[in-house]
């Protein structure tokens, strides 16, 4: 079936970097974007960006510009999202979704991250 | 960035009645293409969200027929015509017509 599965919980530092990743399964990997959403304690749903794993072309959200790097391998049909100078602010769970008309299904189970000293 | 409003958050219903959210976008959602990227999730409590209705009104495999979306330009519903107890969450629409995506700011259903 189609999945997208993530890797485990991080905690992070204040200043540290963190990396996620997002395994794609039961689908042609190039044939569909993914996108990272993230959601903080309580709160809504916050688009982050989106890679085409065919092209390798790379959209981000301008408020993550600078901070945010989305990589893939093909082989291993895996997609990643960097987030760099952790702030307590984006203690959150990350999320990565199949794109099509926009974001689609399915979706990961979510990382949470957490910043803390 | 394009602003989705919507409304109620929060919205108890008996089970078995109906239910309407509201959501409202800064700008119009018609694309170039001629298509609306106007989209509904649902997020049950402790799950991922999940897409259930696309371009407005068309719904995602495996979707009950009981939810249905409608609207157009910067004016759209998501109506639930029988609500059960599985519906409980919280309902986000979205566009992503314009860059950056952005969500409303989601609609917490509740049984009564």
């Known amino acids: 079936q189609v999945q997208l599965v993530q890797s485990g919980a991080e905690v992070k530092k204040p200043g540290a970097s963190v990396k996620v990743s997002c395994k794609a399964s039961?689908?042609?990997?190039?044939?569909?974007?993914v996108h990272w959403v993230r959601q903080a304690p309580g709160q809504g749903l916050e688009w982050m960006g989106m890679?085409?794993?065919?092209?390798?072309?790379?959209r981000y959200a301008p408020r993550f510009q600078g901070r945010v790097t989305m990589t893939r391998d093909t082989p291993t049909t895996t997609v990643y999202m960097e987030l760099s100078s952790l702030r307590s602010d984006d203690t959150a769970v990350y999320f990565c979704?199949?794109?099509?008309?926009?974001?689609?299904?399915?979706w990961g189970q979510g990382t949470p991250v957490t910043v803390s000293s | 960035d394009v602003v989705m409003t919507q409304s109620p958050l929060s919205l108890p219903v008996t089970l078995g009645q109906p239910a309407s959210i509201s959501c409202r976008s800064s700008?119009?959602?018609?694309?170039?293409?001629?298509?609306?990227?106007l989209i509904w999730l649902q997020q049950r409590p402790g799950q991922s969200p999940r897409r259930l209705i696309y371009?407005?009104?068309n719904r995602d495999s495996g979707v009950p027929d009981r939810f249905s979306g409608s609207g157009s330009g910067t004016d759209f519903t998501l109506t639930i015509s029988r609500v059960e107890a599985e519906d409980v969450g919280v309902y986000y629409c979205?566009?992503?017509?314009?860059?950056?995506?952005?969500f409303g700011q989601g609609t917490k259903l509740e049984i009564k």
């Open positions: 700008q119009s959602l018609v694309y170039s293409d001629g298509n609306t990227y």
């Open positions: 039961g689908y042609t990997f190039t044939s569909y974007l």
């Open positions: 371009k407005v009104s």
């Open positions: 979205m566009q992503a017509t314009h860059w950056p995506y952005t």
């Open positions: 890679i085409n794993p065919r092209e390798n072309t790379i």
């Open positions: 979704a199949r794109g099509g008309s926009g974001i689609s299904n399915p």
